[in-house]
């Protein structure tokens, strides 16, 4: 059965980091491609991070040079580190894999805050 239990998210100034981490269970992380979402008060869930089986990584222009997304193969996890955080980064973060449709299974997620 699968499962994924995000963490990590909290109250941060602007300029902060956070790092979030997911820790998946049911299948393997290292042969699926994987992505952090996001969703916003009021928006739809937008892709953020995605990591592919094979290591390439992919971001949205709104974070690259601040997000770096990575995964361990041994603990079946995936961490999203945020640095220089904005206040529209503010959201919920979920992780799951790339491509998952919104009636499919999601985690609780974790909320992140920036305030200015």
């Known amino acids: 059965q699968v499962q994924l239990v995000e963490s990590g998210g909290g109250l941060v100034q602007a300029g902060g980091s956070l790092r979030l981490s997911c820790a998946a269970s049911g299948f393997l992380v290292r042969i699926n491609n994987m992505a952090w979402y996001r969703q916003a008060p009021g928006k739809q869930r937008e892709l953020v991070a995605a990591?592919?089986?094979?290591?390439?990584?992919n971001y949205v222009d709104s974070v690259k040079g601040r997000f770096t997304i990575s995964r361990d193969n041994d603990k079946n996890t995936v961490a999203l580190q945020m640095n220089s955080l904005k206040p529209e980064d503010t959201a919920v973060y979920y992780c799951?894999?790339?491509?998952?449709?919104?009636?499919?299974?999601w985690g609780q997620g974790t909320q992140v805050t920036v305030s200015a």
């Open positions: 990591i592919g089986s094979s290591g390439i990584r």
């Open positions: 799951n894999r790339r491509g998952v449709r919104e009636y499919e299974y």
